[in-house]
């Protein structure tokens, strides 16, 4: 996946509902940008909040007998101070110097509540804005993509130049979903590329017990000793991130049984000879049907190669039921007409190992001592065979039933071509039907046999501990280690083919070409795929950024108008408490300054009283009027300045004295000091 195919803006996650589901994805430095937003926007809230709680707490506290000058002055505080940390600093200053006048612990009990109040609020509000940003991010891990392009791959021709590019391509997916198997089903660990799907790995149940897939004598351990692999119902939505409405959804099934098999008769060692060669080849031929157009036997293996010195060799032969172009044709003795069919050959040839194995499809005892003392142990026959099934099931969910006890509206368990999804049973909507036939597209791909042909020896785990054709010690279920991994490389396949529609194909070249069906329907799968954690991106619950800035906004409009509509109330509705809003009004900084003023005769007369901005009548300049004096005696007051009247200021080098003359007084400012 390239930039270009993440969608940024808003979209829904239907797999998280309509509500909690609304995301926004943005790229991560315009993320930063919004993280940032919603931090400043709930400071501001919390500043705004803050005249909330004051206003309150004031009204709570206004009394029609004024009370004290202490109680006087926290009511100014909780008037003028505009920030809660600023409102608990002034507060605190007030504790100390009424200690004089009263006890300590009044004091504290008077004004330590509001103290501690204006912190805590403090404190809330600004962790509220450093976690905001996560509030914001409540969304999922899910992202949508939009390639460049969308559909399904197909060759241009059935000749053998295209098949040939259809299995190259198959050889490269099956490789890739085996590294993503070795790194994210064998060992799940969180790094970027375990994070490609909605499902890093899907989980699955086995049965070691399952009923022998073909006929019972074939089945070398018996009967009831097959290993059955059952995905259980994977929902194209939460499993394999189609992100569409929950009515829409389609379930998938896969169940894979393998066992190691007894060949008998369908085996023979057969002696060749070929044009050019001095003398016949011994091969060993397995007859479980021919290769149309080729030869009448499945595999054959030459004899020579258990002495040449070479590893491991894996070869895969898979059919497809109701398939008539499979080149393979299983005979009557191992062909399913309700499943896909695939067989393994397996040959050590010169590989020799270190300690006796018991496994089936890997026994080795025969016992051999090299000329230097060594013991080695080889293996029982030249060639060893594996045979699986694979069904497909879909299901359509909104027919009732559940993934516990079943659903209602199922398909049986077949192959994967012969399922048919405009079958009326299903009742599918388009939507579904749509879905349905993404993944029946892909279920070729994703067949057990497909995941190892071409792949050879690599798709053995046991190849894995093999030094020099030397084999450390096998354990005695290493054939259901084995299948158990080409089953995962089928569903990371599976995985990798349904996001791949959506983003676009793998590169297979300049052959081939990508269709998609012209419906409205089809058209829209190309914007319905999720993955997961795509770098350079982030998402945002839109309801968590929805909420924080309808609820921020909510409280600053209510800060705004919480006063005028209360004083309203008070002044019209309930009179008798219209106290409360004249001591709210006098104790604003401008209404205090103005009754300052009038109180010293000062910078009148002055109109708007009842009004939050009192003014004067007339526009002069006050300090042509007025002046601050007395300031080295602790007493600063304000007094009425005459043309006439004049400042002296004489030091005797300890104290200052200031005298100012009027009219009306003389002021004395007395030394400080002794």
Known sequence: MTDSTIYTGPWIDWARGPARGMTITLRAEHGQLLTAFLGIFVTVVGAQSWTIVSFIIHQIRAKRALGDAQHQQVQATLRNQGTALGAAWQLAQLWIPWRASSSLSRSLLAIGPLTVLAVLHAVLWGLAGTFSSYAGKGAGQDFLIRGPTCGFWLPDSLEIADQWLVQSKNLNDSITAADYVQLCYDNPRNTPACNRFVRPSISWKKDVNATCPFDPALCLLGNRTSMSMDTGYLDSLTDFGINLRPSDRVIYRRVTTCAPIRLGRHVALENVTFPGWPQPKTFL????????????????????????????????????AAQSSSVWEPAPAVNRTDADVSFFFQSPNSVYYTAPVDDPFFAAHDRRT????????????????????????????????????????????????????????????????????????????????????????????????????????????????????????????????????????????????????????????????????????????????????????????????????????????????????????????????????????????????????????????????????????????????RASESETSRSDGKTQVTVVENESSAFLTPPAGP
């Open 285 to 320: 031929r397995f007859y479980l049907g021919g290769m149309r157009g080729y030869y009448n036997y499945t595999y054959q293996y030459n004899m020579d190669a258990v002495l040449a010195g070479g590893s491991y060799d894996l070869v895969a032969k898979a059919q497809t």
């Open 370 to 641: 090299t000329p230097s003392g060594i013991v080695t142990y080889h293996s029982d026959f030249a060639v060893r065979v594996m045979g699986c099934v694979d069904q497909h099931q879909l299901c359509n969910p909104s027919g009732g039933g559940n993934g516990n006890g079943g659903y209602k509206q199922c398909t049986p368990l077949l192959g994967g071509q012969q399922i048919d999804v405009d079958s009326d049973a299903l009742g599918f909507s388009m939507a579904q039907g749509s879905v349905a036939y993404r993944f029946l597209m892909d279920l070729f791909r994703t067949q057990i046999g497909q995941s190892v042909i071409g792949r050879g020896a690599s798709a053995l785990l046991a190849s894995r501990t093999v030094h020099e054709r030397q084999q450390a010690p096998l354990p005695n279920n290493q054939w259901q280690l084995e299948v158990a991994t080409w089953f995962n490389v089928g569903l990371a396949t599976l995985q990798a083919q349904v996001v791949e529609f959506a983003a676009g194909p793998t590169v297979v070249g300049n052959r081939g070409q990508v269709r998609l069906g012209k419906s409205p329907t089809n058209r829209a799968m190309c914007t319905r795929q999720k993955v997961r954690n795509p770098t350079g991106y982030t998402n945002f619950s839109a309801l968590g950024v929805i909420i924080i800035l309808v609820l921020g906004s909510g409280i600053i409009v209510l800060s705004w108008v919480l006063e005028t509509l209360v004083g309203l109330i008070q002044r019209y509705l309930w009179k008798q408490t219209d106290y409360k809003r004249l001591q709210w009004l006098l104790n604003s900084t401008l209404q205090l300054q103005r009754m300052a003023f009038e109180t010293a005769g000062l910078g009148g007369p002055w109109v708007r009283c009842d009004e939050p901005v009192p003014v004067t009548s007339e526009k002069r300049d006050l300090g042509e009027i007025y002046q601050v004096i007395d300031t080295s005696a602790g007493h600063p007051t304000l007094v009425r300045r």
